[in-house]
């Protein structure tokens, strides 16, 4: 999704700055980047005082990284629950804070994160990333009532099952633990869905393109729903 998006804005004319703990992935996007990790506001920070010496102010800051895991409730342990929120919910908190002065000096901005259905109803077995993505949502709306009168923005995407290699990964967990064949395993995940599909990548890329617009200026505090009418 990071990938999408950045090749998305990039098409429109953006400058893009992407982040990351990972180099090799990031220069395969071919758009400048900063190595740092999210969960680290300080390493943040920096990352982003180098991007905007670089390229200029910030006005668009997409929170995307993001764990999950499964996990029975009955066995999950504190670290578990604590491991997800530093990336899931701190994450976000990291960077819109250090995006946060550019755009209220310049009186413009858009903060999205890339939450999940997850964020708006409960799904078995991952109750902790259900717990992240459901505190998302409320920082989201907390934040976008903050701010509304200053010219920013805060919204969440809230995607279904997008077909990305974590989501390969899950199916592979699945049928691994079932007696189910992958494709079996990916019909289940696809069964929520009411299209009986899952979301592309490029989907939420467009989503993010017109929460970022002006067109979607009154759009504030929302938690948008891709997910075929799943929710």
Known sequence: MGAAMAQAFSRVGATVTIMGRTETPLKRQGVPYELCDVTDPTALQSAMKRARAARGPVDVAIANAGVV???????????????????????????????????????????????????????????????????????????ARELARSGTTVNAICPGFVDTPLLERSIAKISESTRMTPDEAARTLKADNPQRRFIEADEVADAALWLASDGAASVNGHALSLSGGEI
């Open 69 to 143: 895991d499964s996990i029975p409730f009955e066995k999950m342990a504190p670290d578990d629950l604590n491991q997800m929120m530093a990336v899931n919910l701190n994450g976000v908190m990291n960077l819109w804070q250090a995006a946060l002065p550019d755009m209220k000096e310049n009186g413009w901005g858009r903060m999205i994160a890339v939450a999940s259905t997850a964020g708006l109803k409960g799904y078995p077995y991952v109750s902790a990333y259900c717990a992240t993505k459901h505190a998302v949502i409320g920082m989201t709306r907390s934040l």
